[in-house]
């Protein structure tokens, strides 16, 4: 039966196989093959066919690098179709064929972006060759280096051109591109003295057009609390509060504007029903129910058998007569006698079927005694009670004015805050078993501090919003491409960690920096010596 069994498997994971193949499933064509190979060890056919999957997978990927390096393909996906078939493919031949191309294909994409000046673009490519060189040691061979050798060799190169790119910037007066440059330059392993020094452009950028926030008629606490709630949403933006004035160069006057609210009391009568237990009642049990029509039901089987026995014995009783009188008649007596001993056999199983019968009411009866044939059930009634709110609010709102005379800028915003809380009081409702409820008031030191931080967290996005608004000048800014790059790392600077996607791509897409707000991100929160912000 198992050989059997594991010929069927055999057969079936083939037949699956050729279907795949045909579909151009390669994948799923390779697995079903070697499926057969473990149905019948030694199978030539499965072999020769997983081979053939191979081979075709092989090609397959093959394919995909030479589309990439003739444009027809993704580079990332053709990167990844060798890594899916080198995990795949077992025949050492074949891994030996795609690897060569995969080499290959990879040198000339690396090189073709380097000549084409995105080195940044040809060591990314370098990196994910890297990543499947990694993942499959025994198809590339231990040691193999030739992509790291390359890699090391092209970060040299674009080194090279960062420190050149930063030192133009430099002369041209770009501090934010010297920033950006020489940052990238440095985390390449050039000197500091190459590139000057970047975190230093990158405050200087900072000074020059970051502000230094004055807050007029405002309580300190307030807008101490509104500098906690914009920190912690964007801790790097070129703000200063309760700085000196030579912190950022522009000096940005916060008016807040809006009457002080008072708390609001008032009371609110509200109705709410509850069901209590107010008695009981009798029900007839269930139990006991089913229980009794068991009972009928045991009972009329015996009927049924008394009458299916009165019957046999009629016919048993008949079959005799016939007998007698077929025998005194000298007439054959066989048939009837064979209908006689059926008759008999059937009168005995309905007599033994009584037996049973009769016992099984016995104990559907006994059992009935046992089970109460009424239950008392809880009566359940609706309470009704008035429960008084005691409400308490505080509510406001409140013009945010950002007024910066040195660049002629001005946001005004508005902010709508409301914190309030309610408690409860009622009679005893025996009925329930509520005992009388009385809470205090809501406390106005609760709500005033919960107002507040409301009113810091909304205010502070108003002066994110302003400051947001205040960058998009550089954002906006059209120029040149080398003018583009320094207005749009001037608008990253000012505030890394709220930048908008498309503006990033763009400046990676100009300066060949991959995901420049980073890159300016670890400039601004680098320890060392920066405009000290609290």
């Known amino acids: 039966m198992l050989v059997i069994t594991m010929g069927c498997a055999h057969g079936r994971s083939l037949k699956y196989g050729d279907e795949h193949l045909e579909d151009g499933n390669y994948e799923a064509a390779l697995r079903s093959y070697r499926d057969a190979q473990i149905a019948r060890p030694g199978s030539q056919e499965a072999l020769a066919r997983a081979r053939r999957a191979e081979r075709l997978l092989v090609d397959d990927a093959i394919a995909a690098l030479d589309g990439a390096v003739h444009g027809q393909h993704r580079v990332e996906v053709a990167l990844r179709r060798s890594d899916e078939v080198l995990e795949l493919v077992l025949s050492k031949d074949l891994r030996q064929?795609?690897?060569?191309?995969?080499?290959?294909?990879?040198?000339?994409?690396?090189?073709?972006?380097?000549?084409?000046?995105?080195?940044?673009?040809?060591?990314?490519?370098?990196?994910?060759?890297?990543?499947?060189?990694?993942?499959?040691?025994?198809?590339?061979?231990?040691?193999?280096?030739?992509?790291?050798?390359?890699?090391?060799e092209l970060e040299q190169l674009w080194s090279a051109e960062l420190i050149e790119r930063a030192r133009a910037a430099i002369e041209g007066g770009r501090p934010a591109s010297a920033a950006l440059y020489g940052a990238m330059a440095q985390s390449l392993g050039a000197a500091p003295l190459a590139v000057g020094e970047p975190e230093r452009f990158a405050r200087e950028i900072r000074q020059q057009h970051g502000w230094s926030v004055v807050a007029r008629n405002v309580a300190s606490s307030r807008v101490a609390g509104l500098e906690r709630a914009m920190r912690a949403r964007e801790p790097f933006a070129a703000i200063g509060f309760g700085v000196d004035a030579s912190a950022y160069q522009y000096e940005a006057v916060l008016y807040l504007d809006g009457s002080e609210p008072r708390v609001e009391r008032w009371e609110e009568a509200e109705q709410r029903s509850e069901e209590y237990q107010s008695g009981t009642r009798e029900v007839a049990n269930p139990a006991y129910l089913n229980q009794r029509d068991d009972l009928l039901r045991a009972e009329e089987r015996v009927v049924r058998l008394e009458r299916d026995i009165a019957k046999s014995q009629h016919e048993l009783h008949e079959h005799r007569r016939e007998h007698r009188e077929e025998k005194r008649e000298g007439m054959p007596t066989s048939l009837t006698l064979s209908k006689i001993e059926r008759e008999e056999d059937r009168l005995s199983d309905l007599r033994e079927d009584m037996i049973d019968a009769r016992y099984r009411v016995e104990q559907e009866y006994l059992d009935l005694q046992r089970i109460p044939p009424t239950l008392l059930e809880p009566v359940y009634s609706m309470h009704s009670y008035e429960v008084i709110a005691q409400w308490a609010e505080l509510a406001a709102s409140y013009d945010v004015v950002l007024d910066v005379p040195a660049v002629a800028f001005e946001h005004v915003g508005s902010v709508n805050v409301a914190e309030r809380d309610v408690s409860f009081r009622h009679h005893a409702q025996p009925e329930l078993e509520l005992r009388a409820r009385r809470d205090p008031e809501p406390r106005a030191a609760v709500l005033a501090e919960r107002f507040e931080a409301s009113l810091a967290e909304a205010s502070g996005s108003e002066v994110l919003a302003g400051f947001d608004q205040y960058r998009r000048r550089w954002a906006e800014h059209q120029g040149s491409a080398v003018e583009r790059v320094e207005a749009l790392a001037t608008y990253i600077l000012l505030s890394p960690q709220r930048v908008d996607a498309g503006l990033a791509r763009e400046l990676a897409t100009l300066s060949g920096v991959p995901a420049p707000e980073g890159v300016l991100t670890r400039l601004v929160a680098s320890p060392g010596p920066r405009v000290s912000v609290r």
């Open 97 to 152: 064929r795609l690897t060569t191309r995969f080499g290959s294909a990879v040198l000339t994409l690396a090189e073709r972006a380097r000549v084409e000046g995105q080195i940044a673009r040809s060591l990314s490519v370098l990196d994910q060759a890297q990543m499947v060189v990694d993942a499959h040691p025994a198809a590339f061979g231990e040691g193999y280096r030739v992509f790291s050798h390359r890699v090391d």
